[in-house]
């Protein structure tokens, strides 16, 4: 967990393009799901920085949208929040 927050941090200016998750499927109009809460990703964010912003680890937000490559979120990608804010 302290690698990823360190890679996430070194990486902080790098973005890549990339598919939004099959989680993102399951939101409901008010970004709600059964599941937690749906954050669009904005310029900026890595996830370490998400994680700190939403009271998240990034380990499960790793995991809730089965991201091969947490390095890379791009701006308007939509992210479940496993039991987030």
């Known amino acids: 967990s302290a ?6 941090k070194a990486q902080t200016s790098r973005l890549a393009p990339m598919t939004a998750p099959a ?27 998400i994680a700190k912003k939403t009271g998240v ?9 089965k991201l091969t490559d947490p390095d890379h979120v791009v701006v308007g990608q939509t992210l479940l929040l496993p039991g987030g804010k």
């Open 3 to 8: 690698a990823l927050e360190s890679l996430a």
């Open 23 to 49: 989680a993102a499927d399951n939101a409901s109009k008010d970004g709600l799901s059964k599941d937690g809460t749906h954050y669009t990703v904005q310029k900026g964010d890595t996830l370490a920085v």
């Open 57 to 65: 680890k990034q380990q499960d937000i790793i995991a809730a949208n």
